[in-house]
């Protein structure tokens, strides 16, 4: 983490600082980290601007993902698993 949150120059290729593996989005052309578990790939949906009680319109906002997508195993569709040891 330490590696991977460095301030380095826009040319610095960050996974190769780290020495992790890009791997390529499946639904967003961003790379992600290939040996992790899970890969949260977000788009946006929906922006709802949230309503105080009586109604009234407030500065606080609700973004709607799609489901993330993962590694087999660690997704039920509702929550993230525990990675079997």
């Known amino acids: 983490m330490n590696r991977t949150s460095a301030t380095v ?3 610095i290729d960050e ?7 890009k791997a390529p989005g499946v639904n967003v052309a961003v790379p ?3 040996e992790s578990p899970a890969v949260l790939e977000c788009k946006l949906l929906q922006i709802i601007r949230l309503k105080s009680l009586d109604g009234t ?20 569709g509702t929550r993230y698993l525990r990675s079997p040891t």
Do not use: I
Request: glycine residues 6%; aromatic residues 10%.
């Open 32 to 34: 992600h980290v290939a």
């Open 15 to 21: 996974f190769e600082l780290a020495g992790l593996t």
């Open 9 to 11: 120059p826009c040319e």
């Open 57 to 76: 319109p407030m500065n606080n906002w609700l973004a709607r993902l799609p489901q993330p997508r993962s590694m087999p195993g660690c997704w039920s």
